[in-house]
């Protein structure tokens, strides 16, 4: 399976000045067949893999030191295995040997030649912060690299389910032209599939070998209730368990109604937001959901900097999204079914390809129920997005300029590539947002 952070590996090994690398991400995005199955052994004839999960002895003896020499003695007797700068040391699962994430700053101070990879799970990380808060700072800030895994991106999809779309929409993007009729459909045909099945690596891998989506959706019915019952660890108490999972469980409901912020009280009653705040952390910390925080009236820069305490969540796998929807696959591959079809899938589906791109994400409200379902900064302007399953009208454009400058707004929809000069109104088709956040990733757009 193609992987668009292969690349980013294999740069990072070449790289003159490396530090010991971390793959963060949530559960069963693929981080570990990433660096064993697609990096260590299709690049090397040799490595060192410790699942510190797994292994138990190996936990037990780094877990009473932190010091890079005695690791490498240890593994190398262990192991039998002389280390060198020419052996990759892989230590996968580093949240269950907290000590084996602190060594990484002494191997970068003291072994800065060796190359040293560590995958591990943001969440579960801070949790022993929290139950071991005498032992200092975990992280050895300035002495790593970091990269981010996600769910398979729409881009990623594509590459694995028709190696040449990705570069045609890549060519009429960068030239500012819509696909031929056929490329459209074609690409907007796997669009539909990748929101039905989604981008969790095994329920893509069991789709693409059967071609069936009852397969397919029992694996991802697998890992929906393998997140729920994870939460176990996630949380501190048993009250927080059942509100971690509360949350995660009233995702779509909560885009499916015509106030879309997310609200407690609807489902507990007497209780608010912040009765539920560190449900609503863990969850965002362990990237199984993404948070999108309101903004109204005139935006002000940089983004982050008020927080009106409204916001919306959505999930971080197109795939879980339908899932917990309940919506049956016909809806997703049957062209005339599609209509059917809530914008709030379209809408979680932006937000997952935005944030894969680590865009933070924000929504803007005006009056009379005006509303962009995301707004983004780029070269020191707002632009505000809207997204529609069809063409529509931008209602919320005139009321959103009477409060903001006047720049480009950007329409997503099934519609292809178009600009309406007049009314400086980009319109996407929803399988471009990929290269849409990849500008904005960059701060390259227009």
């Known amino acids: 399976m193609q992987r668009k952070q292969l690349e980013y590996l294999n740069n990072w090994y070449k790289s003159d000045r490396r530090k010991p690398l971390i793959i963060w991400g949530a559960r069963q995005v693929g981080k570990s067949y990433l660096l064993v199955e697609m990096f260590l052994k ?41 280390i060198s700068n020419d052996l990759p040391l892989a230590f996968d699962e580093i949240q269950s040997c907290h000590q084996v994430l602190t060594s990484l700053k002494y191997f970068c101070q003291d072994y800065p030649e060796l190359p040293v990879i560590a995958t591990g799970s943001l969440v579960r990380l801070a949790l022993k912060k929290e139950k071991n808060s005498d032992d200092g700072p975990l992280f050895p800030v300035g002495k790593i690299n970091s990269m981010y895994m996600y769910p398979l991106t729409f881009e990623e999809y594509l590459m694995n389910t028709n190696s040449i779309l990705p570069g045609r929409i890549r060519k009429a993007y960068l030239n500012k032209i819509p696909l031929e009729d056929y490329e459209h459909e074609t690409a907007l045909d796997l669009l539909y599939e990748y929101l039905a099945i989604g981008g969790m690596p095994e329920v893509v891998d069991v789709f693409l070998k059967t071609g069936s989506y009852v397969d397919a959706s029992e694996v991802r019915k697998q890992i929906y209730d393998n997140y729920l019952s994870d939460m176990d660890s996630y949380s501190i108490s048993y009250k927080t368990v059942l509100k971690t999972r509360n949350v995660y469980k009233n995702i779509f409901s909560q885009l499916n109604k015509e106030n879309k912020n997310f609200k407690v009280s609807t489902l507990e009653k007497g209780k608010s937001n912040r009765d539920y705040f560190n449900a609503y952390k863990w969850l965002e910390l362990a990237r199984v959901i993404y948070i999108s925080h309101k903004k109204d009236g005139k935006i002000s820069l940089p983004l982050g900097d008020e927080d009106s305490g409204l916001f919306r969540i959505y999930l971080s796998d197109p795939g879980i999204f339908a899932y917990q929807s309940n919506t049956n696959n016909s809806d997703f591959y049957v062209k005339d079914k599609r209509n059917t079809l809530l914008s709030i899938f379209y809408e979680n589906y932006v937000a997952c390809e935005l944030s894969s791109k680590d865009i933070p994400l924000y929504y803007w409200c005006g009056k009379n129920e005006h509303e962009f379902e995301f707004i983004v900064e780029n070269k020191g302007k707002v632009i505000p997005i809207d997204v529609k399953k069809k063409k529509g009208k931008l209602n919320s454009l005139d009321d959103y300029r009477n409060h903001n400058e006047k720049y480009v707004a950007i329409k997503i929809s099934v519609n292809n590539f178009g600009y309406d000069l007049e009314n400086m109104v980009l319109t996407l088709p929803l399988y471009e947002v990929f290269m849409l956040a990849e500008d904005l990733k960059n701060n390259s757009l227009f």
Not at 49 to 74: C, G, H, N, Q, V
């Open 42 to 82: 299709k690049n090397f004839k040799d490595y060192l893999y410790i699942d510190l999960k797994k292994d138990d002895e190996a936990r037990a003896y780094f877990r009473t030191t932190s010091d890079p020499k005695k690791y490498l003695a240890y593994i190398e007797t262990r192991f039998n295995k002389k």
